[in-house]
């Protein structure tokens, strides 16, 4: 890696590079669905999972080649499907997302369906191109993301936990956000061959942290900041930290998943550089002014 | 191959297995999704992509085993999400499906979105155990089956051309029905290693066959049989071979396209069985009488 590494550069035109190879050829393609999906993932929001998948990576010392751009692309592709999915009337309803219109707000709910199914299926489609060049981590790498968002323990799952009457708040965070932020940080470590154990569980303690600041925003944030409707939890009757624990109980909570991911990570080259984002990365979610706000 | 080998088991244990490897595990699943996930997959309908992928991979000589497997359970896999998706009220809007209610019928259109989602990402995670095996032909079985439903030749962009003003109907049709059937017979190819140029063509004609007959059925079938409503193509004004030749037109363009379908059999071990399955299979879609009231 030198200098002139510059990590959002590589997830944006990782993504862009992906949707070129299924919307740039010479086949017609139906333009509006094509619309769609780069509505779908342009302009992105934090690209966290796919920056944190490749931190993982390059702080268990795998190169930014294809096989890791592969895993990243693949696990904020099935990321911008779920938003796209989740958006829907017969879910949340949102007319918008990251600042936009949502998908089906902008291009209708047919093809909202069918650019989420769409961007589901180029995900997987990404992975062809490294079965070749190595087929036991490629393998690895689609386990890890499959699981992530199918079932039992993936992203469809914590979605389908909503329909439920009986709900575990925990088992519903994991698989619904933890799921892919643990994919992320498994997927680092799979792109290098690394050992996954202590992967998972900082990608755990970080995935249940993110979704304690998404609660906490719910109730805590400017919506022109956040470029989506806040208090949606409450009104959907959504389980959500913060109501069960109250604003300061789940700052504390998030203060103490972030210390636990941290110890989480092992001793490998780019350990320092990775705890240092993790702790630029929990300012980001809950600002030093919510600290305040809660002490 | 042995005598006991039963094609039609084969596949059913296959689907069986693959939704058992997610939904049977000691991980709880949200039950309705279960349920819904196994109520889009049985009782199947005539299995015709899985049968025709292992027909086509016993003829070229291929052995029934894990790769061919999972060829054909992917197929139908996404086949079984694609009509999940394809009911939904935003698309056709179909009460029953197989005889039966619908997904989102029967449990919803938030666990219908889901259950399709989930079926997507199972049919991906199949390969998964094949790579190792056999990475070259995995990936490209999976390249073929990632086309075939994404963009921009596969099923999702088939989709999204109902939602344009200008479709061209073979186009369409390609995209929509024919890519999973060209699929089929190239990836039964493909798990045997075998030369794929002539099966593209093969799968070309007999998708393009099934489609005129699923439009011929659409005008002329009992509803009873067919165990979805009739006359939808007329009702949602979607481009239909039946409408465009006529009735008598559209039975001979069938006959012409399966005759083409036959030449197109390379010189394979199993050619001669192959030709009888696809005859067989012809005049269960076009039965006798179609071609004399057509005559």
């Keep these: 890696m030198n200098d002139s590494f510059d990590p959002e550069r590589w997830t944006e035109d990782g993504l862009a590079n992906a949707l070129d190879c299924v919307l740039n050829t010479d086949n017609p393609v139906p333009p509006t669905l094509a619309r769609a999906m780069r509505h779908a993932v342009f302009p992105g929001g934090a690209r966290v999972r796919p920056r944190l998948c490749l931190a993982v990576g390059l702080a268990c010392g795998a190169k930014p080649g294809p096989l890791l751009s592969a895993a990243a692309v693949s696990i904020e592709l099935l ?109 680092g470590a799979q792109a290098a061959g690394a050992e996954i154990a202590p992967w998972q569980r900082f990608g755990e303690r970080l995935g249940e942290a993110y979704q304690v600041a998404d609660d906490l925003r719910d109730v805590a944030a400017d919506p022109a900041v956040l470029g989506k409707p806040v208090g949606r939890d409450v009104a959907l009757d959504r389980p959500s930290a913060a109501r069960e624990y109250g604003f300061g109980g789940a700052i504390r909570h998030f203060e103490t998943l972030v210390a636990d991911a941290m110890d989480a990570i092992p001793a490998c080259p780019g350990a320092h550089a990775l705890r240092a984002m993790v702790q630029h990365e929990a300012r980001r979610l809950v600002p030093a002014e919510w600290l305040l706000r809660a002490a």
Tied chains: 1, 2.
């Design 79 to 187: 990321h911008c499907a779920s938003l796209v999915h989740d958006d829907l009337p017969c879910f949340d309803d949102a007319p918008t997302r990251r600042g936009q219109a949502s998908v089906h707000a902008a291009f209708g709910e047919r093809i909202a369906v069918l650019a989420g199914d769409a961007l589901i299926v180029l995900a997987f489609e990404v992975f062809a191109a490294t079965i070749a060049q190595a087929p036991g981590r490629a393998a690895g790498l689609l386990r890890t993301i499959s699981g992530a968002v199918g079932v039992p323990g993936g992203i469809c799952a914590g979605q389908a936990w909503e329909s439920e009457s009986q709900v575990e708040l925990a088992a519903y965070q994991r698989a619904k956000t933890g799921a892919l932020f643990v994919a992320a940080a498994v997927a």
